[in-house]
């Protein structure tokens, strides 16, 4: 069993506040020393610094409290946002909204950087202020910090959660990856489409005779354009729900709202019920499995398909319902998501600390129509890019649950592991 001491921040680290150059003399700024300041913490897809929004100069660094930190040093946010944390990739100073944290000899910078980021709320309890919080240098020193009192066994405990942090950061990668992917081809099969050869038609710059203009751009000649309100079903037109669900219903009737619409998807998780006697008097909102699902007020644009789980639902005034008798509902959820909409929604919302978008231009939003074979082999294609998508945002949901649990196991001593030297295959025994 491995050797663990509680000590104080102060005692594993140098502790420093940052500083900032005067703004009136132009001398002091555009240096070559990277200038932190928080929005660059929040801006970091990464747990390491390397670049800034602004830099500061050898002059303007030795004309104010800034201090050149070495690459290794904590940047711990200390005012507003609380106990941020990255790693500096190289020789840095920060603003004063930082307390600098240089490891000592014997504590290893990279353990400790996640011993601090686990804990954050020690922090956030010493703040203090009355414009912001702020948590001070003395009361950053005092928090409690456990670790092993063998440096290699922090380094390897270090390393275990790297690797499942280069894990997540892959991910991540991945999602970016395909997401930008399915917007190439969403804006390739709206522009373009599916020939008869089951192929993506050759662009207009190749091939000028399958184009034709159109008031939303060029397009194959075989579609037409239509306003949306033409395509639904006339016995079920494009309404908004219930103006007042009077929510909290036991047993009573789903309501989706805009806040349960994400990634295409219901939170079935958050759906608060309201009575059936309400439910009773919108009765012209009601779903079904299939139906399009559209946000028109507070965030804009947002879709979803509704699932089979949630026939005879109801929705708020948030959200209209859209059920396609013309076409394919699956083709047009997509391409309520495509460029052509979004800029039907841009120009047409309104408002100022609400933002919204009216019924009435939701029903002209102006729509493509391709033969319905086309339609399904497009939302075929779709539905693939998206499917890779939300496979890997599940991956990455387990991995940052994996990443938690390790982090709660080995940071408190919990799980024990052995100071081996040029171990490399920690993870696995994990």
């Not at 005779?209 to 006339?234: A, D, F, H, M």
């Not at 649950?401 to 025994?429: C, I, N, R, Y």
Request: with cysteine.
């Amino acid at each position: 069993m491995s050797e663990w001491a509680e000590l104080p921040l102060e005692e594993l680290a140098e502790i420093s506040s940052g500083g900032t150059p005067s703004r009136t003399n132009i001398s002091f700024w555009g240096g070559d020393i990277p200038w932190v300041t928080p929005s660059d913490i929040t801006a970091s897809e990464t747990n390491y610094i390397f670049d800034t929004y602004e830099t500061i100069t050898e002059e303007g660094l030795a004309s104010s409290s800034a201090k050149l930190l070495p690459a290794g040093a904590l940047l711990l946010t200390s005012r507003a946002t609380i106990g941020e944390i990255r790693i500096a990739a190289r020789p840095l100073a920060t603003n004063q909204g930082f307390k600098n944290v240089v490891p000592k000899s014997g504590t290893d910078g990279v353990f400790l950087f996640y011993q601090l980021s686990w804990l954050k709320g020690h922090f956030e309890r010493y703040a203090a202020g009355s414009t912001f919080l702020e948590i001070n240098r003395k009361d950053t020193g005092r928090i409690i910090v456990p670790l092993p009192k063998e440096e290699r066994e922090q380094q390897k405990i270090a390393r275990i959660v790297q690797t499942i942090d280069r894990a997540i950061e892959k991910t991540e990668a991945l999602i970016d990856k395909y997401q930008q992917i399915k917007a190439g081809l969403m804006h390739d099969l709206f522009t373009r489409g599916i020939g008869p050869d089951g192929q993506l038609r050759p662009p207009r710059e190749q091939a000028p005779e399958l184009y034709q203009e159109t008031p939303i751009g060029w397009l194959p000649k075989e579609w037409s354009i239509v306003r949306l309100n033409e395509i639904v079903n006339p016995a079920r037109p494009i309404v908004y729900g219930i103006l007042m669900p009077g929510y909290g219903h036991e047993g009573g009737v789903p309501v989706v709202k805009v806040k349960d619409i994400n990634d295409r998807m219901v939170n079935l998780e958050s759906l608060l019920l309201t009575s059936p006697e309400i439910d009773q008097e919108y009765q012209r909102s009601r779903l079904k499995s299939g139906d399009i699902l559209i946000t028109i007020r507070g965030s804009v644009g947002r879709i979803c398909i509704v699932p089979n789980d949630l026939d005879g639902a109801n929705i708020t005034q948030d959200t209209a319902r859209i059920d396609v008798s013309a076409g394919s509902n699956r083709f047009y959820s997509y391409y309520l998501e495509s460029e052509s909409a979004r800029r039907h929604y841009d120009v047409n919302t309104l408002g100022v600390a609400v933002q919204g978008i009216n019924l009435g231009e939701i029903r002209k939003l102006p729509a493509v129509k391709p033969d319905e074979d086309e339609q399904q082999k497009i939302a075929d294609l779709l539905e693939c890019a998206v499917s890779r998508i939300e496979a890997e945002k599940k991956n990455l949901e387990k991995l940052q649950k994996q990443k938690s649990g390790l982090m709660h196991d080995l940071l408190t001593g919990k799980l024990p592991v052995q100071a081996e030297p040029e171990d490399e295959a920690e993870a696995a025994h994990v």
